[in-house]
């Protein structure tokens, strides 16, 4: 059974569209047992999400709640095949932990080129720590070049719970994450398992994507959940 330490990518109603505060959310992920928790709201092109004078004073915010690390950071919107994203680096920088998806208000579906080439200009950017949820076949992708980039930038792939539920508005995840995992095998690219979590009851709410890949039988040495320590290697905050 793969060990489940972290849930880093979780939204408040600072994002516009989630419904606790950050003191439940928090709460919540230590009630969980969860070793590291992140914030990271939506970025600024996400209609109602925050201005991006909110992610410049997480300073004044505390890192530890009890034992539990708490992480503040941005899930940014990719918006062009280049791999721009909606905050500067010089914000950026002062982020914990960062990740980069792609979302249907703030971009517009190319093709598998270009949709690729939207990830790894992403991950160039020496900020940028995860890709979040690259697996909603309406963004087709070519898993092997965004694997191997992964590898290469030393990115985090994500495999998002959400988009494994009954419910999400993502089509075909559990394709696309077979796909992507088995070249993650192939090439030795660790991945994170997040909740996306919009509510407090879904902090930490994992079983979709780690059965999928307990399923397949994915290895426990590349599920970042398993390994709180190697995760300052990734991240921004350096613990």
């Known amino acids: 059974m793969i060990t489940d330490k972290m849930d880093l990518h979780t939204h408040t109603i600072a994002s516009g569209h ?3 505060t950050r003191n439940e959310m928090i709460a919540a992920a230590y009630g969980k047992g969860l070793e ?72 517009v ?4 080129k270009e949709n690729t ?6 991950m160039k950017n020496p900020y940028i720590n995860i890709i979040a949820h690259p697996d909603d076949s309406r963004f087709p992708v070519d898993y092997e070049l965004l694997v191997k980039a992964a590898k290469e930038y030393h990115v985090l792939l994500e495999v998002n719970n959400t988009s494994l539920s009954p419910i999400s508005y993502r089509r075909d995840s559990r394709k696309s994450y077979l796909e992507m995992l088995d070249l993650c095998v192939k090439y030795q690219v660790p991945v994170v398992v997040d ?5 407090d009851v879904l902090v930490g709410e994992h079983k979709f994507a780690l059965g999928l890949l307990e399923e397949i039988g994915f290895p426990q040495e590349l599920v970042m959940n398993s390994h709180s320590q190697l995760l300052y290697e990734y991240i921004n905050y350096n613990g």
């Open 18 to 20: 989630a419904y606790n």
């Open 36 to 107: 590291v928790f992140a914030i990271t709201e939506h970025a600024p092109a996400m209609p109602g999400s925050c201005h991006q004078f909110y992610f410049s004073n997480f300073k004044v915010l505390p890192r530890r709640y009890e034992q539990m690390t708490v992480l503040y950071g941005v899930e940014l919107n990719i918006l062009d095949y280049y791999g721009h994203v909606d905050l500067a680096e010089n914000t950026l920088k002062e982020m914990d932990v960062t990740l980069a998806s792609i979302h249907p208000p703030c971009y």
């Open 109 to 112: 579906a190319g093709t598998a």
């Open 117 to 122: 080439s939207a990830y790894v200009g992403a």
């Open 195 to 199: 909740s996306d979590a919009h509510a």
